[in-house]
């Protein structure tokens, strides 16, 4: 098919949104696809949706959502208008929605998202105290493009799912394909079996991955480690992205942030992952957390929880655990010692989650999939 990819940022650019965007439109192309770019749309200030953020912020104590003000939503939408002008195309897809939700093409309209704005309020940060003003924009916006479009494509079926409670959505519009890793993936079954094998248990070595500590739930990982250094098993927690607060102690080990724009980043993080047992996650607030696909692919069995979109990745006794966010650190310390009391349990566990990998949590598989559902517009 011949699709019109838009987007307000360069898809090109393997490093915004953990290289998703970039994923997407290879995804599609290796599909079979013929796509077009149009996108770095200019990003227009807007004094008058600076002076609401100001005013609600002063006044109100409250948030105002500048992403989501119909001017600044206006013009990324006219620019696309503009550039879509003749283009010979199918469909026009999208990424995400702001850019397109206000968009005047009559021609199909697909996106491939990880959220809804009201799946997102209160739940982010960045999302959380919003003036009522911020509220109705942003609702308006996200159903004007559910309207608008032919297809909603969603990450996960928590995405999918507050689509369909909180806008006016036929149904039958909405579907979910989950996103895979963001990584370069040649590792064969063979490879992860080797990679297996070679993960010692003497001492059990952890990944923490993210770089706002919060929201990732940085501090249960600290206790879910603590836990296990009490009940006398030697562990290794590798963190990665932000540097904690506060003194660790001598089994946790931080990293701080390590580009992959350099080919020695990419090597020290694939080491680390390689070498892990497990991939701890306890977020409090998530979308679509790519790292749960590229745990995956290593052949590393994820330790979560079961929030946002993270239970479309991560399938208990598949490729891990994902527990509520009232369990205590004890239930996840002591899951953990039962995985590793049996080796052989944890090897057909690694070895599961590299299945899925294969399986479901893979750009190709992805792509093949939306490629489907596009190919019923023709």
Request: glycine share 6%; hydrophobic share 40%; proline share 6%.
């Amino acid at each position: 098919m011949k699709i019109a990819y838009v987007s307000d940022h360069d898809p090109y650019d393997i490093y915004p949104y953990s290289g998703s965007m970039y994923r997407i439109l290879r995804s599609l192309e290796t599909a079979g696809n013929t796509v077009h770019v149009y996108g770095e749309l200019k990003k227009e200030d807007f004094p008058i949706a600076r002076i609401k953020r100001a005013f609600f912020k002063r006044v109100f104590k409250q948030n105002y959502f500048y992403n989501r003000d119909p001017g600044r939503i206006r013009s990324l939408s006219t620019q696309l208008d503009a550039k879509l002008k003749g283009v010979d195309c199918d469909l026009i897809f999208a990424p995400a929605t702001i850019p397109v939700s206000a968009l005047k093409d009559p021609r199909p309209l697909v996106f491939w998202t990880d959220c809804t704005f009201a799946g997102m309020v209160d739940f982010y940060p960045d999302h959380s105290n919003l003036c009522a003003l911020s509220i109705r924009e942003g609702n308006a916006a996200e159903q004007y493009v559910l309207d608008r479009c032919a297809l909603a494509i969603y990450s996960s079926e928590w995405a999918a799912e507050t689509a369909l409670k909180h806008y006016r959505v036929d149904p039958k519009k909405v579907h979910t394909v989950p996103y895979g890793a963001n990584i370069d993936v040649t590792r064969t079954a063979a490879e992860i079996d080797s990679l297996i094998a070679a993960r010692s248990m003497e001492t059990i070595k952890f990944i923490f991955m993210g770089l706002d500590w919060e929201r990732k739930g940085g501090d249960m990982a600290l206790r879910v480690a603590e836990g296990m250094h009490r009940k006398g098993i030697p562990i290794e927690l590798n963190i990665i992205g932000t540097v904690p607060p506060g003194d660790l102690p001598p089994y946790v080990k931080s990293h701080g942030f390590i580009s992959k724009k350099a080919d020695e980043g990419k090597r020290r993080i694939d080491q680390m992952m390689e070498e892990a047992h497990f991939l701890l996650l306890p977020s409090v607030a998530e979308c679509c957390a790519v790292v749960l696909a590229e745990a995956s692919s290593f052949g590393v069995p994820c330790i979560t929880t079961n929030v946002g979109g993270i239970t479309t990745a991560i399938k208990d006794h598949r490729n891990g655990f994902a527990f509520p966010l009232s369990a205590p650190p004890e239930v996840w310390v002591a899951k953990i010692e039962e995985i590793i009391a049996s080796p052989e349990a944890y090897a057909d566990l690694a070895r599961k989650s590299f299945r899925e990998y294969e399986e479901r949590l893979n750009w190709q598989t992805a792509g093949e999939e939306v490629t489907k559902l596009l190919r019923t517009l023709a």
